[in-house]
């Protein structure tokens, strides 16, 4: 069999499965409230495929070096998700998403330019989610209107998810570790659920998913760290597997605090 039809069939398979994680995230999401919701929707969906697929085509030092370009970015995350909650509750969809993607791409061009050390991210993580949490919670309670999801919904988010996976895995080889940890945390999973969410139930229900997730992505930052240092340490597979477990255990802790918060109410 000719290596590019290798390639391509091997491509295509990760593709799928990234869909496939895709399509179960978003069942749960829609049946679970903007909470939960949000939890889900800051577990690793499309940043973990992609870091997988970069162990299984690099080094443990091009996983450590992605992951350390990767820690700046999920603050550069977060002010994407202000700027477009902040702008949904009195815009519309054009203006709020393409705002907050300039943004994005904006901080994630400075992030590119620079050097980072793991104690410089952590600082810009701490700074970023220091003054975006405080500025969203006023946005997170918002009556949810009934979501009627419509047979694109979730291909959509499929396909986009599973595309900028393609793009990671497919031009990792000659664009670098750095580039490549940048992309890989591109927030294509709130794009998506804004890009869905905001013309059918409104700025403000969907902003609302967003700033309830900026706890959840704090912890996602947290992982990162881990994936970085434990790589380095460990190797790839130990590293991303103690990655993965602290994002779920940050989000099942915040998940049974806020249970345990409406229980004693």
């Not at 700046?72 to 700027?83: C, E, H, K, R, S």
């Not at 970085?228 to 993965?244: I, N, R, Y």
């Not at 602290?246 to 806020?258: E, F, I, K, M, R």
Request: glycine content about 8%; aromatic content about 8%; hydrophobic content about 60%.
């Amino acid at each position: 069999m000719p290596p590019e039809l290798v390639f391509l069939l091997i491509l295509i398979l990760r593709m799928a499965i990234t869909a496939a994680f895709v399509v179960t995230a978003s069942i749960i999401t829609e049946r679970s409230g903007p909470v939960i919701g949000a939890l889900v929707a800051t577990l690793p969906i499309s940043a973990g495929p992609s870091y997988v697929f970069l162990a299984l085509d690099h080094d443990a030092a091009f996983v450590a070096q992605g992951a350390l370009a990767s820690l700046p970015v999920n603050a550069a995350t977060i002010i994407l998700g202000l700027t477009y909650v902040v702008l949904a509750q009195r815009s519309n969809l054009v203006i709020s998403l393409g705002a907050a993607v300039l943004v994005w791409i904006g901080l994630a061009s400075i992030i590119r330019a620079l050097d980072w050390t793991l104690s410089a991210g952590l600082i810009v993580n701490a700074v970023a989610f220091g003054i975006c949490i405080p500025l969203l919670s006023r946005y997170r309670h918002v009556k949810m209107p009934l979501v009627t999801r419509r047979w694109y919904d979730v291909p959509l988010r499929a396909s986009l998810v599973a595309t900028l996976v393609a793009i990671v895995v497919s031009t990792s080889g000659w664009v670098g570790p750095t580039i490549s940890g940048i992309i890989a945390l591109y927030p294509i999973v709130f794009t998506s659920m804004m890009l869905i969410l905001h013309p059918r139930i409104g700025g403000p229900p969907t902003a609302a998913v967003i700033a309830n997730a900026a706890w959840g992505l704090l912890g996602f930052g947290v992982a990162v760290a881990v994936l970085h240092v434990a790589v380095t340490q460990f190797g790839s597979a130990t590293g991303l597997s103690l990655a993965l477990a602290t994002c779920v255990g940050w989000n099942l802790t915040l998940w049974w605090l806020g249970r345990r918060k409406r229980l004693t109410h």
